[in-house]
């Protein structure tokens, strides 16, 4: 069996969710699995010295505009939303909560209707209320969540996975490695293809 | 007459190499020009409150992987040079004396001599001697570049020559603008591209 892909994202980024559109199909293509992994960019940007894209000086009004042409290119629903970035630490503890308690199938689809409810119907998903709902819709018991996401435990959990996260390099979002090799950005998806296919790059 | 495509890219920049060594030939295929801007990213970074790619934590070792891959994959050669990055404003006042005195296309040849030294011969290319090698390679002649590269107007030049391409929202290399579009990174060609292509992105 071929090992699956490491697919490390922040559910406050586009280019994270560009790559959550498509990565699950490009890795089917070549009969691999995808391991979601949701990350903080906050705390990795501490240890990167990094500023969000969006606020840097001229960077941040070209890719603005990046955002909504590469989303056109590549034929993905993309609306830039009302706020922007989000802290994203309940919605990525709740996803942890998820597959601890239901799998990883599940924990998949609710990211996915995270990623789609911010993105492209502008609902602020750092807000419980939302992150519940959604939650809902995935048949995943609302309550439950919301007393899930205030564990101490679910807390640490996050807290490790970025750490062992950042211990491993990862330093944005999206951020992918496969067999070993780190790839990042949605820009870099045609090498992850090549080196699907052809067994290197 | 369509017009030229607006080329930016600083003498240290392995991936303004890389856009160097393909851009003409893209826009060839299209019946495109291309006009040629050395900048001084270490100029635009003080705007932009960037760093250095390769200096930056995780990004920094990462991206230098990802560079070599990346030449690999595209069939660029390409060596990280022994010394970068390297101060390129004398490089870029060579350049852009030797277009005042013989033009844009011995300039620009001289321009692909630098990117090769650099990053396939390794050769310090911020050194004069080494610069003044590489004219006299291009037919000029070298002693004329020594003066050429200290004069105030060029280096006037130079500094406003950057100053405008602040001005027009460059912050990287290279950037690339097509009728008005502006494109970071090579890895935005295969955009440019399809809008050379389509006539529209």
Same mark, same amino acid.
């Given at each position: 069996?071929?090992?699956?892909?490491?697919?490390?994202?922040?559910?406050?980024?586009?280019?994270?969710?560009?790559?959550?559109?498509?990565?699950?199909?490009?890795?089917?293509?070549?009969?691999?699995?995808?391991?979601?992994?949701?990350?903080?960019?906050?705390?990795?940007?501490?240890?990167?010295?990094?500023?969000?894209?969006?606020? +840097? /000086?001229?960077?941040? @009004?070209?890719?603005? #505009?990046?955002?909504? $042409?590469?989303?056109?290119?590549? =034929?993905?629903?993309?609306? +830039? /939303?009302?706020?922007? @970035?989000?802290?994203? #630490?309940?919605?990525? $503890?709740?996803?942890?909560?998820? =597959?601890?308690?239901?799998?990883?199938?599940?924990?998949?689809?609710?990211?996915?209707?995270?990623?789609?409810?911010?993105?492209?119907?502008?609902?602020?998903?750092?807000?419980?209320?939302?992150?519940?709902?959604?939650?809902?819709?995935?048949?995943?018991?609302?309550?439950?969540?919301?007393?899930?996401?205030?564990?101490?435990?679910?807390?640490?959990?996050?807290?490790?996975?970025?750490?062992?996260?950042?211990?491993?390099?990862?330093?944005?979002?999206?951020?992918?490695?496969?067999?070993?090799?780190?790839?990042?950005?949605?820009?870099?998806?045609?090498?992850?293809?090549?080196?699907?296919?052809?067994?290197?790059?």
């Amino acid at each position: 069996m071929k090992t699956p892909l490491q697919f490390y994202f922040d559910f406050s980024s586009p280019y994270g969710y560009f790559a959550a559109v498509r990565i699950d199909e490009l890795a089917a293509e070549f009969g691999r699995l995808v391991d979601w992994h949701p990350v903080l960019l906050g705390v990795i940007f501490k240890t990167t010295e990094t500023r969000p894209l969006l606020q +840097l /000086p001229l960077k941040g @009004p070209y890719s603005k #505009h990046d955002l909504t $042409r590469t989303a056109r290119h590549h =034929q993905i629903a993309f609306k +830039l /939303p009302t706020i922007f @970035p989000i802290a994203s #630490h309940q919605t990525a $503890r709740a996803m942890l909560w998820i =597959q601890n308690k239901h799998g990883k199938d599940i924990a998949k689809q609710f990211a996915k209707k995270c990623y789609q409810s911010y993105f492209v119907d502008d609902i602020n998903i750092s807000e419980v209320e939302a992150i519940l709902k959604i939650a809902a819709d995935c048949g995943v018991n609302s309550e439950e969540v919301a007393n899930g996401i205030q564990l101490p435990e679910i807390k640490v959990q996050l807290k490790t996975e970025v750490d062992v996260a950042l211990e491993q390099g990862v330093f944005g979002s999206p951020f992918v490695v496969v067999d070993g090799e780190a790839f990042w950005g949605f820009d870099r998806f045609y090498q992850i293809e090549a080196l699907l296919k052809n067994g290197q790059i």
